[in-house]
Each structure stands twice: as C-alpha cells, then as structure tokens.
C-alpha cells in the first residue's frame, strides 16, 4: 500500500531531511553490528589463509612421512648401451658385476609368399598354437592374403600373435609374405604352425622360415651361477635378480671375462629438497600467523587474529615435535632423537632452518637413521632379550611401553602392557594368540605384537618402543587435533558472522517500521497544517469583503 508523503510543499519545512536525520540515529545500533560483523569477517579470512598455509604444510609432511619413500639411488654402469636401470625404495646401495650371454626375443616367423596382397588363398584352414592355445580360422573362396593376416589380427581368442604383410620379391611371384610374430619374449612363447589342422597347403609348416627364435634372456650377476650356468628369464626386464633393481637387458657383453659394473649409490639431493619445501612450509605459517597476531606500537594497530587461542595452538603443536624427542626414539638406542641432531633447527623467532651441515654429516653417520627420524611409521624395537618386538600395524599409537610376560615351563601364560608414562595401576591385560602377545582392543597398545622366549618359569620385564618418525608424528597432528580445531575456529566464526547478520537483518526491520512511522506522521502534519492554512485563507478572505463592503455603503 503506497505511504502518502508530502515533503513541506504546504508548510515549507523539509521533514525529508528530518527523517533521513531521525533514522540516522536509530541506525547506530545496526552501523555497531555491522562493524562487529565487518570484524568478525576479517578475522576468518586471515585464519581460513592460515588454515590454507597449514594445508600446504601438510602436503610437504606427507612426502616425508614414509621412510620407505625416502631412499633414492643414483645409478650408472661402466658401459653405455648396454643396460639401463632403476632403482626403487628397498634396493642397497653396492656394485653389481653383470655378463649377458644373449637377450630374451620373441618368434617371428615368415611365409614363403604370394604374388600380392590381393591374391586369394582360397577356402580353407589355417590353425597355429601359441602359449599353449591352438587357433583354426576358416578362410572362403573370396578370401584373400590381406583379408588372412586381419582374420588373424581380428580374432577375439588370439592368444597374442600379431600378423603383418612383408613385400619383397623373393622370385617366383612370391611378393608379399605373411609374417606371425610373437607379442612375448621367451622361450615358452614360440608360433607353431599346427599341419594337421591347416588344409591351405600355401601355409603349412614347411612354408615358413623362423627369422627369430624365441628365447630367453641369459646373464650372470656378481658370478652367479658359476661355471657354464645362466640365469634365464624369458624378458629383457629383469626385477628379481637384484633386491628392488630392475634391469632392461639392451644388449650382450661378448668378452665373458669383462663383466659390466653396476653401481648404486645414495642420493640425498631428493631428500634435501623435500626438507627445503618443509621449511619453507613451516616457516610461511609461523611467519603469518605471527604477523597476523602482531602489535604494531607505531600505528597502535592490533593483527586482526590478536588473542585468538586457535592461532597460539596451532604454533605450539606444530613446534613441539621439533624441540622434543621424536616418538619412540630413545637416546643410546638410536642414532638420532632429536631433529636438530639431522640439521632441523628453530630459531629465537620460531623459524625453522636446515644446515645442510648438520644434514650431510647426520646422512654419512647413518643414512638409515636419518630416514627413521624423519618417516618411521610404526618401527619397534624391544630394550630386553626375552621379549622382542614382532610388529605394530596404524591402529598402535607410537610410544614407549612397559610390557611385562609371565612363562611356565618356557610357554607365555599371561601378558600385561602399560604406556611408560602411566602409573603401575594403569597395568592393562593383553592377549595370546599362538604364542605372539597381542594389544588388546580399545587401548593405546591395539594390536601391537610382541614374541617372547624364556627357559623355566617366572616373569620378565622390559620396554617395547614404538616409533613414529617426526614427519608422520606433524603430519598425524594437522590431520587429527589441529583439523578438529581448526574446523570448530572456522565454525565459531561463521557462527558469530551468521548472528550478527540476525541481528542485523531485525534492525533493518524495525528501521523500515519506524521510517514508515515517522513519514506517516509528517504526512499527517502536513495535511494538518495545509488544512490549517486553507481554513485560515478562508477566514481571512471572507473578513477582507465584509470590510470592503462596509466601506462603499458608509460613501453612499
């Protein structure tokens, strides 16, 4: 319904400006909130790019989590050409002397000819067996070369022949040649041609040569086997004869007294460039969140993220594993504890640094060593000799635990495990499966496995570590305890900003209510007053006539 307004044209006074003013002033509540809300806006931005920037570092923690992962070699060979290789994860650093006798080929086998590869070759059959299965195709009167070879190619049951057309003019009208090679190297994988079941004389055994035999790869390693003994393998990819190398066979080493060298040797240049990117990582989140909690005392201006507890949580968890031994490591135990002893430094500021230093003499130490601190995931390791750590899948929490076993007769009849850091009333009972003490469920030791030895009867002590390198320990944290409150910060923000719109949204209700107020009111008064101003005309036009009338009759 339309508001009647009529903004002083009667009474001259601007009652526009006068509501614009009386709603100005109801509209400071409202302005306070929007302030709060513009505030509370700003704080989850810069923490949702905090959150972002603790993403990113979690990214770099994951290429480091794994010490299985971690291992690269540099390889090369004293002769080109030769052999390629590639080494994965589990492979040793050393050097392999390798002779190869011959390379592993496929069958090719190529037919006598016809005159092109138009020519018919009438209706019949046509049968060969390879790897075991025997193929019989059925060809017609219209059937010519070209058409056999697709026949071939085409057959949904081939067993792994490939038919192509050679031409060459071998004399006679025999121009183009059927050619069946083999798909595998081998000597299992040879083409037969089956005569008895071929009735196209044109294609019977007798009318192929063999241009390649199938055979397999021959070579030696490191003199094995010795004498006149080969190592056979039907492909030229060979990954089972040296642990975690896999070797693509090129060609023969002819002089059997000169064997190639293989050699593998650590490479760390990976390995220090995923630690460079953790640093950088590290060090993008401390630096603004550091910036984004800073008192500037020459603006007087706080961080927007000043006094937020999420921020100063963040930081510490992500700083403790870097100032406190790493989970299950234990000094005298193992050759590293902490990640300053790898060249992973904090500073006054709480930046984080590598000496490359510290790093290459920790990796001449003992590069394994330096891979477990980093990427361990659940290794152990018992401090006694009667019981011996067996394994310890995800669902073991990484720690040191009291395990105590009592034996009759050399046999385990009861186990108890506690985390070290518990009291001895914390003593939990664990289980027997065939021998092997077993975690119980629900407990921090779930599932962690411990074998035990021992002469008589009685009861041994002893401390099982499990141990969690300082990546998986940073990155387990982000991906646990800082995700849960880093969802809830996110959370809470979004919560007070969804409030304050509330309130926001009702103050702009009751403005739109108290505006239509206000303008119904100055439309009354000035109705009022106009009415006013018309009886006012009224009576004093009328009073002005009777006074000219009086006077004209008084001239009379």
Known sequence: MATLSLPGLATGIDT??????????????????????????????????????????????????????????????????????????????????????????ADRKVNAGLASADTLVGAGTFAYTYNG??????????????????????????????????????????????????????ADYTVTIDDTQTTLTAFQAGTFTTTQTAQNARLKVDGYPTGDGW??????TVDDVIPGVTLDLLATTPDTNSPLRLSLTRDTSALKTKLQTFVSDYNNVVTYAQQQTAYDASTKKAGVLMGEYAVTNILYQLRAPLAEAVTGFQDGKDSFTLAGQIGLGLDQNGKLSLDETTFDSAVSKDYLGVLSLLGASNTGAADGTNLQFYGAPSTTTPGAYSVKATFTDGVI????????????????????????????????????????????????????????????????????????????????????????????DNEEERITQIQAAYEAQYAQLEQTLTLLQLQFGAITGTATKTTSSTSFSTSS
Do not use: C
């Open 16 to 105: 526009t400006a006068i509501i614009t003013q009386l709603i100005a002033a109801e509209r400071q509540p409202e302005n306070l909130l929007k302030a709060q809300q513009t505030t509370v806006s700003s704080e989850s931005s810069a923490f949702t790019t905090l959150a972002g920037d603790v993403d990113t570092l979690k990214s770099a923690l994951d290429d480091l989590r794994k010490a299985s992962d971690l291992r690269a070699f540099s390889i090369s060979t004293s002769r080109d050409g030769v052999l390629t290789a590639q080494a994965s994860s589990t492979a040793s650093e050393g050097t392999h002397e390798i002779l190869i006798d011959r390379l592993a080929s």
């Open 231 to 236: 190592l056979e393998r039907s492909s030229n």
């Open 413 to 504: 009849t009861s186990a108890m495990i506690k985390l070290d850091s518990e009291p001895d009333t914390a003593w939990r009972a664990a289980t027997l499966q065939d021998g092997v003490i077993v975690g119980a469920y629900g407990n921090p030791e779930q599932d962690m496995e411990i074998t035990g030895t021992y002469t008589g009867s009685g009861t041994v002590q002893t401390t099982v570590r499990v141990r969690q390198g300082l990546a998986g320990h940073m990155y387990d944290t982000i991906d646990s305890s800082l995700k849960n409150a880093i969802d809830m910060t996110k959370q809470r923000y979004q919560d007070q900003y969804d409030m304050y719109q509330h309130d926001i």
């Open 133 to 186: 299965q025997t193929r019989v195709l059925q060809t017609t009167a219209t059937t010519t070369l070209q058409g056999l070879s697709d026949m071939i190619n085409n057959d949904g049951g081939n067993p792994g022949v490939t038919a192509s057309l050679l031409n060459y003019d071998a004399g006679g009208g025999q121009v183009s040649h059927l050619v069946l090679g083999g798909n595998s190297t081998g």
